[in-house]
C-alpha cells in the first residue's frame, strides 16, 4: 500500500456515515432483508446466482449467536419463500465460535437441518487464522450429517496445501479465496504472486479431487488459470463456478457469464453495513480514495 492510500486508509473514520452510505451502495444489498430480496432477485433475473450473508461479525455473548442463528434460519425460510436462486453465507465467529465450541457447532446444526428441508446450501467463510483449525473441525463433524454444507479455504495460508489434501477425502465443497486478513509471513504468503500461484495449485489438487468449486476471486489472471484449468480437466459448467462480491468488476463478471461459466455473487446486508464496509475500503484503498474525494467536491 503506498503513502497516499496509506493516508486515506487511515482518515477513513472520520469520514461522516452517510458519505461511506452513498459508496456502500455498491458493496451492500442494504440494511433490511427485503433489500437483499430485491437485491437477489436483480441479480437472478441477471442469469446469475447469489448467495446472502447476514452482517455481524462481532458478539460476546450467547443470546446474540441465537440472534445470529434465528436471522440465518430465517433467511433459508425467505429463498425458500421467494424462490431465489441463493444460498447462505456464515462466518463462525457470529455464532459463537470464540465463546464456546459446542454452542457454535448446535447453533450451525440448527441452520443446517432448515437449509436440508429446502435442499439449500449453506457455505462456512473463513476467518482470521486464529479460527482455521475450529472452523475446519466443526465443518468436519457437520459434513458427516449434512451434504448441503461447504467451507473456505485462503490461498494466502501456508497451511491449505495441507488443509487441502485432508479435505479433498470426502470430496468437500470448497470456496477457494485468497485471503482477506493480515497474517504474519510465518503463516501466509505475502507475496502477490506466490499467493496467485498457490491459488492454482489448490485449485487444480480440488478439481483432480473431483470436488465441487467456488473459485472467488476478481483477478484475471487467476481466473484466465482457472479456465486453463477447467479446459484441462473437461469440466462440465455444473462442477464449479466463479464467485465476486457484489459491486466487485461487474465487467469480467458479464464476460465469464457471457462464456457460459455459472457466475455466484456475494451478497452482505443488514445493519452492520458500516463495519463491512470499511473492511472492504481498507482492502481496497482506491475505492477508499473516492470516499475521500468526496468530501471536497460536491457531485458526489
Ligand atoms: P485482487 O485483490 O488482486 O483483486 C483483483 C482486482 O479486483 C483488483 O485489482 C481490483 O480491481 C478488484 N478488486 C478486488 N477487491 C476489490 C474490492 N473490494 N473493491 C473494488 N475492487 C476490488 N476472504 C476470506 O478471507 N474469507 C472468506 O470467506 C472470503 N470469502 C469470499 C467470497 C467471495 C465470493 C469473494 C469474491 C471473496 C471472498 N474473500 C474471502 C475475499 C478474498 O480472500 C480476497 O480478499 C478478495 O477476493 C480479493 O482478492 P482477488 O482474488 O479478487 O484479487
Redesign the pocket.
Known amino acids: 500500500m503506498n503513502l497516499l492510500n496509506r493516508v486515506v486508509v487511515a482518515t477513513l473514520p472520520y469520514v461522516p456515515r452517510l458519505i461511506v452510505r452513498h459508496f456502500a451502495g455498491r458493496?451492500i444489498a442494504g440494511e433490511t432483508l427485503q433489500d437483499a430480496v430485491r437485491c437477489v432477485r436483480q441479480i437472478n433475473r441477471e442469469g446469475k446466482l447469489a448467495?446472502l450473508d447476514v452482517l455481524g461479525e462481532d458478539i460476546t455473548s450467547e443470546a446474540e449467536t441465537t440472534e445470529v442463528r434465528e436471522q440465518s434460519i430465517q433467511v433459508l425460510h425467505t429463498i425458500a419463500r421467494e424462490k431465489l436462486d441463493s444460498n447462505l453465507?456464515i462466518?463462525l465467529t457470529s455464532l459463537g465460535l470464540k465463546l464456546r465450541g459446542d454452542i457454535c457447532f448446535n447453533n450451525v446444526r440448527e441452520i443446517l437441518k432448515v437449509a436440508s428441508s429446502y435442499k439449500n446450501f449453506v457455505r462456512i467463510?473463513?476467518?482470521?487464522s486464529s479460527c482455521t483449525s475450529d472452523t475446519i473441525g466443526i465443518f468436519k463433524k457437520l459434513q458427516r450429517e449434512f451434504s448441503g454444507v461447504g467451507i473456505?479455504l485462503?490461498a494466502?495460508l501456508k497451511r491449505s496445501e495441507e488443509d487441502v489434501r485432508d479435505l479433498i477425502k470426502t470430496r468437500t465443497n470448497f470456496?477457494l479465496?485468497?485471503?482477506?486478513?493480515k497474517e504474519p509471513p510465518e503463516i501466509a504468503f505475502q507475496g502477490?504472486e506466490e499467493i496467485r500461484r498457490n491459488?492454482i495449485k489448490l485449485l487444480g489438487m480440488m478439481f483432480e479431487a473431483g470436488c465441487y468449486l467456488?473459485i472467488?476471486?476478481?483477478?484475471?489472471w487467476?481466473v484466465n488459470q482457472a479456465n486453463g484449468l477447467i479446459k484441462k480437466f473437461g469440466l462440465k459448467r455444473d462442477e464449479y463456478e466463479f464467485?465476486?462480491?457484489l459491486?466487485?468488476?461487474p465487467e469480467?463478471r458479464k464476460k465469464l457469464l457471457r462464456d457460459g461459466h455459472r457466475v455466484?455473487?456475494?451478497v452482505p446486508f443488514g445493519e452492520q453495513w458500516y463495519a463491512y464496509t470499511m473492511r472492504?475500503?481498507k482492502?481496497?484503498p482506491?475505492?477508499a480514495g473516492y470516499v475521500f474525494k468526496a468530501l471536497f467536491t460536491r457531485n458526489v
Open positions: 458493496y448467495t453465507s462466518k467463510d473463513m476467518e482470521d473456505v485462503q494466502y470456496r479465496c485468497k485471503g482477506i486478513y502477490k491459488f467456488g472467488a476471486t476478481h483477478d484475471t487467476v464467485q465476486m462480491l459491486g466487485v468488476r469480467l455466484r455473487l456475494y472492504r475500503f482492502e481496497n482506491e475505492i
